[in-house]
């Protein structure tokens, strides 16, 4: 074999490995997105769960804003005024996640209220409004409250014999 082949080989072996790294940061770059978004998701959803007082709807609030909602705006609108520097992309995830954990929240509120109207019984809506209190919604547990809550404010709104 030739010394120019073999040039020509390990030249091509370079070429392969340094797209390997490119193809891996890519990678990288992506799982990291995917760890700091569902991450932050999670943390929020893990928070609202823990924190919010039954007896008091407001009580996973500030000023009257759902924190999800306040950091995922507050995060963007620093990150796209450049205030995170080379740290925006993270900001933009965490953002992302904090404001992905608010839409979860608000369209389980939301589909439980147009299936308890579809159905004729009381949703979440209702059910704030009667009792005071946030429906639980999330795990399993709180699903069979969050039931028969429903089906005990819509026997008590239900016309005689329905």
Not at 37 to 51: E, H, Q
Not at 92 to 104: E, I, M, R
Not at 123 to 137: C, E, N
Request: proline share 3%.
């Amino acid at each position: 074999m030739a010394a120019s082949d073999l040039r020509q080989k390990l030249a091509r072996a370079k070429a392969q490995v340094a797209n390997i790294k490119e193809k891996a940061e890519e990678t990288m770059q992506t799982a990291k997105c995917a760890v700091e978004t569902v991450g932050t998701a999670f943390g929020f959803g893990y928070l609202r769960g823990r924190m919010t007082d039954p007896a008091d709807p407001e009580s996973f609030s500030v000023m009257g804003v759902e924190p999800d909602l306040l950091a995922g705006v507050a995060l963007h609108a620093v990150g796209f005024l450049g205030g995170f520097g080379k740290y925006s992309e993270d900001a933009h995830n965490v953002a992302n996640g904090a404001l992905s954990s608010y839409a979860v929240t608000k369209g389980v509120e939301i589909g439980v209220d147009a299936r308890a109207e579809s159905e004729g019984t009381a949703g979440v809506g209702a059910i704030r409004q009667m009792s005071g209190a946030p429906a639980q919604i999330g795990s399993r547990h709180s699903q069979v409250n969050l039931a028969e809550q429903m089906a005990g404010a819509g026997a008590a709104h239900s016309p005689a014999g329905a």
